[in-house]
């Protein structure tokens, strides 16, 4: 895994933060100074933020579990799709459906009828419709594509949110803290950082610190789920082996059995042996002349 360096911080404008009057208290562990009216962050402590999330996100990856990507906002759609994408995470950048995370039922019956949709539109059925019925399915197969197409893969709760802007994502937040989802987020100085499992205090407003930040995390995503694939092939390497071994141990009982069955029928055989010569030894006793002893007067 690639670290992030304070240089990429800086070049990215990851320490401006925004005016002093929509500052949120909460952030002034992580306030370096205050300039022309304007808050930066200490780009130092943001470091270390952005190393513990790289590091509990490449374990949640390695788990086999999904991270959901959520940014609503022009500057991060692009860059969330794009990063998501290349890690197979599932994403949010346009509105977030109420209910995603907290009635989760509902949102696969409608990822369900986009996949009937799909069955329909391939059948003979839908040539034999109207045109005005045609364009209408058509039109809800792309709506839902639009809103819902991104996380179709999920098939449940996902194990982690990652959010830029937790102030325009609130509804995203109180959703997974309400199911005790962990949560990421990039978070600015008008943000509350107590709401955030693993807030990365940054800018959350220019697209390339939301870039640089979000780079990091997929990166650590991706090499979460090498290590996954790396163990899953050494545990069937193992496991051939004592395939191996237990054949080798059949053939060597194979081997063994022959001698151990000839011992057996030996014995058995000096037994037999004994057993008729006792039988033969009680007939003769049977056979032999009894006598009779004369009765006293």
Excluded at 249 to 256: G, K, V, W, Y
Aim: proline letters at 3%.
């Amino acid at each position: 895994m690639s670290k992030v360096t304070f240089e990429e911080l800086l070049d990215a404008g990851c320490h401006f933060g925004h005016l002093r009057r929509k500052w949120n208290p909460a952030m002034a562990q992580y306030i370096f100074m205050e300039k022309n009216g304007i808050h930066i962050l200490d780009l130092n402590k943001s470091l270390v933020k952005l190393e513990e999330a790289c590091a509990a996100a490449k374990q949640i990856s390695k788990s086999g579990r999904k991270i959901l990507f959520v940014a609503t906002k022009k500057q991060a759609k692009e860059t969330i799709a794009e990063f998501a994408k290349s890690v197979n995470m599932p994403y949010v950048t346009e509105r977030w459906p109420g209910g995603m995370l907290t009635n989760f039922f509902t949102i696969r019956k409608a990822v369900k009828k986009m996949s009937d949709i799909d069955k329909l539109m391939g059948g003979v059925q839908f040539e034999n419709l109207a045109k005005r019925e045609k364009l209408q399915i058509q039109r809800e197969r792309a709506k839902l594509e639009k809103n819902l197409g991104s996380i179709s893969d999920l098939s449940r709760l996902p194990a982690a949110v990652f959010i830029v802007d937790i102030l325009k994502e609130h509804i995203a937040v109180a959703e997974a803290r309400r199911l005790n989802i962990t949560t990421f987020a990039i978070v600015d100085t008008n943000s509350n950082p107590n709401l955030i499992d693993f807030p990365v205090p940054a800018n959350d407003d220019a697209s390339k610190s939301i870039a640089v930040i979000v780079k990091a995390i997929c990166e650590a995503i991706a090499e979460g789920a090498e290590e996954r694939k790396l163990d899953k092939e050494a545990a069937l390497d193992e496991e051939g082996g004592e395939d191996m071994m237990d054949s080798d141990m059949i053939l060597e009982e194979e081997e063994q059995a022959p001698t151990e069955v000839v011992a057996e029928v030996k014995g058995v055989k000096k037994i037999k042996d004994v057993a008729s010569e006792n039988d033969k030894n009680a007939a003769k006793r049977k056979r032999l002349p009894v006598k009779k002893t004369p009765a006293k007067k």
